[in-house]
C-alpha cells in the first residue's frame, strides 16, 4: 500500500491543482464571512437582510457548507459584508 502524502487537504481532495486552489480560495472566504457575520451578533433573518441573502442561504454560509458557493458567490458575499479582498499571486512551489 503507498502512502501519499499533502500540503492541505484540498490537494488529496481536489482532482487538478487548480481545483484545489479554488477550494482553498473558497474555503479561506468562507471562513472571514463567518467571523465577520458571527461578530455582528444579529439575529440570522438580519444577518441575511444585510448580505442580500436569505436566512436558509445564511444558515448553509454558517455551517461551512463549502460545495454550496462558488468563488464569485463569496467574493460578492464579501463585499455585501464589508470585507476588502486582496489577492496574492505566487509562483507554485
Do not use: H, Y
Not at 444579529?42 to 461551512?64: S, Y
Amino acid at each position: 500500500m503507498d502512502v501519499q502524502t499533502f500540503d492541505n487537504v484540498f490537494d488529496a481532495l481536489a482532482d487538478t491543482p487548480a481545483e484545489a486552489a479554488n477550494m482553498k480560495a473558497r474555503a479561506e472566504l468562507l471562513s472571514a464571512l463567518r467571523a465577520c457575520v458571527g461578530a455582528w451578533g444579529l439575529p440570522q433573518e438580519a444577518a441575511a437582510a444585510r448580505l442580500g441573502i436569505t436566512r436558509p442561504r445564511l444558515n448553509d454560509l454558517m455551517r461551512g457548507k463549502l460545495a454550496k458557493f462558488s468563488l464569485d458567490s463569496l467574493v460578492n458575499l464579501a463585499s455585501a459584508a464589508g470585507l476588502a479582498l486582496e489577492i496574492r499571486i505566487a509562483n507554485a512551489a
